[in-house]
């Protein structure tokens, strides 16, 4: 898979800016980082920042757009050839292993979907388009099934893709919580959902 980032050698100005800002607000929120932090994260000069993306916004949007282009990238590495199920169960394969590839990019998705901060809502309504437009294509190419709702479909990927990502730090604080030291291994959440 290409790596949307690439890597700090080959990068412009521009892109280790936006590369250092999507590790800061992953590790700490966008709220709480500053873009004379994210310029001196990058190396660069606090005007520099400035210059290629104006404001916060600016930035939170470019990263929002990194992002969304791993999303896009992991599901383009996987051939449309096979079943529906195969060619879906194949793509949700390639979602989970480029987020396991990239704990800065599940550390923004989870802080972008879960923080009550109405600009994150942004990052989920990109993602949800870029889901809709997939289950699209997948329809017109008789790789998705053309009976069952768009919404649902749209629904069932993001959930498929994303819940156990979203949900896992409950499971584990709840595991710790109430595991006594047996034998019995964690619980590992599994998505399963109703055609």
């Not at 500053?34 to 005007?47: D, K, N, P, W």
Request: net charge negative; no cysteine; proline share 4%.
């Amino acid at each position: 898979m290409l790596n949307p980032r690439a890597t700090n050698d080959d990068l412009t100005a521009k892109a280790r800016i936006r590369n250092a800002a999507m590790d800061l607000f992953a590790q700490y929120g966008e709220s709480r980082v500053s873009l004379r932090a994210v310029a001196a994260e990058a190396g660069v000069t606090l005007g520099l920042v400035q210059h290629h993306f104006k404001t916060k916004a600016g930035l939170r949007d470019a990263v929002d757009q990194l992002v969304s282009e791993y999303f896009y990238q992991a599901v383009h590495s996987v051939p449309n050839t096979g079943t529906s199920g195969e060619v879906a169960a194949a793509r949700d394969e390639a979602v989970r292993e480029m987020l396991r590839e990239n704990p800065a990019v599940v550390n923004y998705i989870r802080r972008a979907i879960l923080e009550p901060d109405p600009a994150q809502s942004q990052f989920l309504e990109r993602l949800v388009e870029l889901v809709r437009s997939e289950v699209l294509f997948l329809r017109e190419a008789g790789l998705a099934s053309t009976t069952r709702r768009e919404s649902t479909q749209v629904v069932s990927v993001l959930v498929r893709q994303l819940g156990e990502l979203l949900l896992a730090p409950m499971i584990d604080s709840v595991w710790e919580m109430v595991d006594r030291g047996g034998d019995t291994p964690k619980p590992r959440l599994t998505i399963t959902v109703e055609e």
